[in-house]
């Protein structure tokens, strides 16, 4: 089992940024997991926002956050991050940490979730 936990969500105004972090636990190996964040608004089912392989030699993001946010990973660490920049209204939701154990791939399908953090984007 792996155990996702978020952070660093939080207000912040139009045009601002925000780094969201993700820590992992648990028996087995963190780094050689894809892992990836994902985001829902009320009403509407999770949406894929960014992943990245277990090396950090892929990455993928969606289209609406592309140019904007960026995804690393520290494997030493057992934490992926989502630097958020020149952030949106319709930025606004919840992201989830996402892991999935077959590492070698950036289409994420995951296995495991975080609990949450809310981003708040004031217009």
């Known amino acids: 089992q792996v155990q996702l936990a978020e952070s660093g969500g939080g207000l912040v105004q139009a045009g601002g940024s925000l780094r969201l972090s993700c820590t992992a636990s648990?028996?087995?190996?963190?780094?050689?997991?894809?892992l990836g964040w994902f985001r829902q608004t009320p009403g509407k089912g999770r949406v894929f926002v960014a992943s990245?392989?277990?090396?950090?030699?892929?990455?993928r993001y969606s289209d609406s956050v592309k140019g904007r946010f960026t995804i690393s990973r520290d494997n030493a660490k057992n934490t992926v991050y989502l630097q958020m920049n020149t952030l949106k209204p319709e930025d606004t939701a919840v992201y989830y940490c996402a892991a999935d154990p077959r590492g070698s791939s950036a289409y994420i399908v995951a296995d495991y979730w975080g609990q949450g953090t809310q981003v708040t984007v004031s217009s």
């Open positions: 990245i392989t277990w090396n950090s030699g892929s990455t």
């Open positions: 648990g028996r087995r190996t963190f780094s050689a997991y894809t």
